[in-house]
């Protein structure tokens, strides 16, 4: 079974700070994925990528940054963090062409 | 680019029944075909792929339909029980979207006892 893990877990921010959320895959999956979840809308791609030193804009990518120092790890950074971001981050990790994606559990982020 | 209506947002049926979600894409390029499913505070849960050379697949209760032609996809739950309840989201990927998912807006699925 795949294993994505996500920190953190839970996260209260500022309105103005930064943010910063991390993934990492064990599988050597070449692509790794950032969404956001919110009720009303699914799940919403930022960033995505297909390699390390790789990062690709999704379909939602203002207000976010990408980070892919490793095979392992994929960061998600919000430089000026706006209560509009208020949401739950899901990262995701696959082969692409048709296998499936794996997720993580999920990072709740709530941004006063 | 790709657009995915999931229908019905909620659905409520006796333990039992079944349970039957429709998502319509608009792609004629996709190729890939998901059903996820998330139980509260986790993540994405794959059920069952599928690819486009396949019009039915059934599997553990669970019955997939895919109608090219209308570009529509279906998940029939056969016999729900509880640990069914959950949010259900179908996603596709087509051979031109470099690796890339498009999601229904999800089924909220509850089953009553």
């Known amino acids: 079974e795949a294993a994505v893990t996500q920190s953190p877990r839970n996260k209260v921010a500022v309105t103005g700070g930064k943010v910063t959320l991390s993934c990492n895959q064990t599988n050597n999956h070449n692509n790794m994925y950032w969404y956001r979840q919110d009720t009303g809308h699914g799940l919403r791609l930022i960033h995505y990528s297909y390699g390390a030193g790789s990062t690709e804009k999704g379909d939602i990518p203002d207000g976010y940054k990408a980070s892919r120092p490793s095979q392992e790890n994929f960061s998600l950074i919000l430089e000026l963090a706006t209560p509009s971001q208020t949401s739950v981050y899901f990262c995701a990790s696959g082969t692409g062409g048709g296998d499936t994606q794996y997720f993580g559990p999920g990072t709740r982020l709530l941004v006063l | 680019g790709e657009q995915v209506e999931q229908r019905p947002p909620h659905l409520s049926v006796r333990e039992g029944d079944s349970a039957f979600i429709i998502c319509t894409y608009t792609d004629s390029a996709t190729a890939y075909f998901y059903w996820y499913k998330q139980e509260p505070g986790a993540g994405l849960q794959l059920l069952m792929s599928?690819?486009?050379?396949?019009d039915r697949k059934e599997e553990q209760g669970l019955t997939v339909l895919l109608n090219k032609k209308d570009k529509r996809l279906s998940l029939n739950l056969t016999a729900a029980h509880p640990g069914d309840s959950a949010v259900y989201f179908c996603?596709?990927?087509?051979?031109?979207?470099?690796?890339?998912?498009?999601f229904g807006k999800g089924t909220q699925l509850i089953i009553q006892p």
């Open positions: 599928v690819f486009s050379n396949v």
């Open positions: 996603a596709v990927e087509n051979t031109e979207g470099a690796d890339r998912l498009t």
